[in-house]
């Protein structure tokens, strides 16, 4: 399994990203794929997750309304569309694909491989 993160990078508050994650090795449209974020100091914490179809989508509340999980089954690649960015989404982004037969896995532990990350930062 690999997991390739790109598309980060170093923007102004209220800019935006758009991250992808570049999949191969396992059955894409089989598993539910996440993006987490962690901040020095900090947690790793859910804040999209998509079900293989990409059919249904959840996200963390802080990032409601501006940030957009979506998929390509075809291309294996899973995106992250980054709007109206904040100081506070400054992170290491992360996507993860989920353990087996997992429809929308919202914990650490329910994710079985993970990209080495690519950092996003906002600042003015």
């Known amino acids: 399994v690999q997991l390739v993160e790109s598309g980060g990078g170093s923007v102004q508050p209220g800019e935006s990203l758009r991250l992808s994650c570049a999949a191969s090795?396992?059955?894409?449209?089989?598993?539910?794929m996440g993006w987490f974020r962690q901040a020095p100091g900090k947690e790793r914490e859910l804040v999209a997750v998509?079900?293989?179809?990409?059919?249904?989508?959840d996200y963390a509340d802080s990032v409601k309304g501006r940030f957009t999980i979506s998929r390509d089954n075809a291309k294996n690649t899973v995106y992250l569309q980054m709007n109206s960015l904040k100081p506070e989404d400054t992170a290491l982004y992360l996507c993860?694909?989920?353990?087996?037969?997992?429809?929308?896995?919202?914990?650490?532990?329910?994710?079985?491989?993970w990209g080495q990350g690519t950092q996003v930062t906002v600042s003015s």
């Open positions: 998509v079900t293989g179809s990409g059919g249904a989508t």
């Open positions: 090795g396992f059955a894409f449209s089989s598993a539910a």
């Open positions: 993860a694909r989920g353990r087996r037969l997992l429809y929308m896995p919202r914990r650490k532990s329910e994710y079985a491989d």
